[in-house]
């Protein structure tokens, strides 16, 4: 507070309203009129007394107040979104910023609040919002203006100044700047696998009196070149991007520079396309009918990716009793159609309970095993006929299936129950199972447990096939280590092998039941490549700013190390830590915006993923300029102005800062100004009656007497 000060004024306190007061001077005004046209003699006396009436019941007084001055308050607010990391911005606002706060120390009627503009996600920047939280604690009364320091990319400019008080910009810049952004119009979230999806974007040229014909634009998918061309500028750009696998597909774009353009950080924008499988087609062929034929088919169609087509054998070829076709409410099971015409159609083929009764011919059931080389898919589900001479394992099936019987009487019975082996706790289908038997010590996964070993404790099954050798990954065993789920990869296909018939007793809850829909549906799922179910496999993503790192694998070693090269190419090698068997992850800072390459291992056994990394603020990327196109309207309206930091001998130029009346600009060529608002606070009031009663009643009679007086003469 600045020192007290006596203010002395005149001011009034009437006795009676003031509307009383009027109508009383009015009646006085008509009896001295009265007088003056009678010419009569004391009027003037009379005038005289009903003047000093009017003014003693007006209460005049002499009031002293004393006032002590409040400083005026100034807002300076420097930005510090993620634009003001372009160039040298941020060394602009820092000297900015210092040398405000040092000439503002030497002004005795001004306090300077300093705020920051924090980064606001997707918001952009929000410049005022925050001048408004901080004017919620200075008085209007004493705010003397507002300072900005910022690039002049502001996203929530108001149509006002705040406050009623100037307000100035201190652009980081020497000038209007130009820049080049490639802006993303449309970009689906996900495609489906086989077809097509279309991107829209388009180039932008800002800030440039005369706009390039044409610029570069480069597409690359998942790291690999996809497409160069030259496009014109300013003109929508369709991108067709085949999908052509199931899980992420990242798209990566870039448009060449613009000579003298403020940067290239919104010259590349990144999308990530999830592809997805258009309605899994099963065909699920149960050889006779059984208990577990129903659980087969609830699990299938319960799921609504799956389009399931179901036949049972009911009547096989050799129970013919010569009853004719058309009395038979059954139909013909279509052979050729499936096996020939429409076996590609076919995401997964289930063989349930089948066995080679010359049903399907040699040719059909090798069409079968070529559609799994070809990248199909093939669950066999088997019980007795398996070991029997009808087993699907002497046909040319046999070549794809991970194992056959060891011999003609394979069929093993009695209670046990299935235990998931070393290898299955670290694969994707069989991990984590409820009920599952904690993981094996073991390094082989065919090894018995040891004693002190817990047993699973789902339900027992009854009934079991004793195979021959086995390829492929053993996943459950018996407790002696004989196989009872093996899978394959065969070809570009795969294939599942389940040696019982007996996982319904699960599903009806027998002796506790077990996890029998959650383990078919990861098998079946497995087949049919759903990324998340891979066994081995690197994956990356990017999430609120950081790069997630999992990898996926069946090997029981060290987990190892990865590359992780960013957008512009600096690489970094991060140590992988094993979360549970099979996974590792690891994670690092993801803040620049583009493609994420993560790799493992060298040469043809290399694993590579990609990440997408968005930009983390689009609106305020969107254009990097530095302009008084957007706030410098704002500023001038305000009675301030627009000033330019970049330039001068040392690099800066920082205007002087000076204090002006509230009726006077706010800004000039080099100096910007503070108001002075003249608040006060009162600390005290002194009154005197001027006209007291025990001295304008005696004057008031004095004159009337001598308006008698005068009148009688």
Do not use: C
Not at 64 to 79: A, C, K, N
Not at 450 to 460: A, H, I, V
Not at 516 to 545: S, Y
């Amino acid at each position: 507070m600045r020192p007290e000060q006596v203010i002395a004024a005149i001011r009034f306190d009437p006795l009676l309203p003031v509307w009383l007061l009027f109508a009383l001077g009015l009646l006085s005004l008509a009896v001295v009129g009265l007088g003056l046209w009678r010419r009569g003699r004391g009027t003037l006396f009379r005038l005289a007394a009903f003047a000093v009436l009017l003014l003693w019941l007006a209460g005049p007084r002499l009031v002293q107040e004393t006032r002590q001055s409040l400083r005026d308050i100034g807002l300076l607010v420097v930005d510090q979104s993620a634009s003001m990391g372009v160039g040298d911005r941020a060394h602009l606002a820092e000297v900015a910023r210092q040398s405000i706060e040092a000439q503002a120390a030497h002004l005795s009627d001004l306090e300077l609040r300093t705020v920051t503009v924090p980064e606001s996600g997707d918001a952009g920047t929000q410049l005022f919002a925050a001048v408004n939280r901080a004017l919620a604690d200075i008085p209007r009364s004493r705010l003397a203006g507002t300072i900005a320091i910022t690039d002049g990319q502001v996203h929530d400019l108001p149509k006002t100044a705040p406050g009623g008080a100037p307000l100035n910009l201190l652009l980081t810049g020497r000038g209007e700047e130009t820049d080049r952004r490639l802006r993303v119009i449309e970009a689906p979230g996900y495609g489906i696998v086989g077809k097509s999806v279309t991107l829209r974007v388009a180039i932008d040229d800002l800030g440039v009196s005369s706009h390039t014909d044409t610029a570069t634009l480069t597409v690359r998918r998942d790291g690999q070149l996809f497409r160069t061309e030259s496009v014109p500028v300013g003109t929508e750009q369709r991108i067709e991007v085949p999908i052509t696998r199931a899980g992420p597909t990242v798209i990566e774009m870039a448009a060449s520079p613009l000579a003298g353009e403020v940067s290239q950080l919104n010259n590349r924008a990144v999308v990530e396309i999830n592809g997805v499988r258009d309605r899994l087609r099963v065909l699920l062929i149960s050889g006779e009918p059984h208990q577990g034929e129903r659980t087969w088919r609830r699990l299938l169609k319960a799921d609504p990716s799956v389009d399931l087509v179901h036949f049972t054998i009911l009547r096989p070829p050799e129970k013919d009793d010569r009853t004719p076709l058309n009395e038979l409410a059954l139909i013909a099971f279509p052979v050729r159609e499936l096996f020939v015409d429409k076996i590609g159609e076919f995401d997964l083929i289930i063989l349930d309970r089948f066995q080679n009764r010359g049903l399907l011919p040699l040719p059909y059931l090798a069409n079968i095993a070529n559609h799994v080389r070809q990248g199909g898919a093939l669950l066999m589900s088997v019980g007795p006929e398996f070991a029997g001479a009808t087993s699907l394992a002497s046909t040319p099936l046999g070549s794809v299936l991970p194992g056959g019987p060891a011999r003609t009487d394979a069929v093993v019975d009695g209670r046990f129950r299935p235990w998931v082996t070393a290898l299955g706790q670290r694969h994707p289908v069989t991990e984590g199972l409820r009920g599952a038997n904690p993981p094996l010590t073991g390094p082989s996964g065919t090894n018995p447990p040891g004693p002190d070993e817990k047993p699973p404790t789902w339900g027992p099954w009854y009934r079991r096939i004793e195979p021959g050798p086995i390829s492929g990954e053993v996943l459950l065993r018996t407790r002696d280590g004989q196989p009872l789920l093996a899978l394959d990869h065969v070809g570009l296909g795969r294939t599942a092998l389940l040696l019982s018939d007996q996982i319904w007793l699960w599903s009806r809850g027998h002796d506790g039941g077990g996890p029998q829909a959650e383990l078919l549906r990861r098998i079946a799922h497995w087949l049919m490549k759903e990324p998340d179910l891979e066994e081995n496999a690197l994956t990356a993503r990017v999430v609120d700013g950081r790069l997630r790192i999992e990898n996926r694998s069946t090997d029981p070693g060290a987990p190892g190390e990865v590359v992780v090269t960013d957008p512009d190419g600096k690489k970094e090698t991060l140590k992988l830590h094993e979360d549970s068997p099979g996974r590792a992850t690891a994670a690092r800072a993801a803040t620049v915006p583009g493609v994420w390459q993560v790799t493992q291992g060298s040469g043809p056994g290399a694993r590579t993923a990609y990440a997408a990394a968005g930009a983390a603020n689009p609106p305020e990327l969107a254009d990097l300029r530095a302009t008084a196109t957007v706030a410098g309207p704002l500023a001038r309206a305000s009675g301030g102005g627009v000033h330019w930091l970049a330039g001068g001998t040392t690099g800066v130029e920082v205007p002087e800062l000076r204090r002006t009346e509230d009726d006077r600009s706010a800004s000039g060529s080099s100096w910007i100004g503070l108001q002075r608002r003249h608040d006060h606070l009162v600390t005290g009031v002194a009154a005197l009656e001027l006209l007291p009663g025990w001295l304008s009643l005696p004057v008031m009679l004095g004159l009337m007497v001598l308006g008698w007086r005068r009148e009688g003469r």
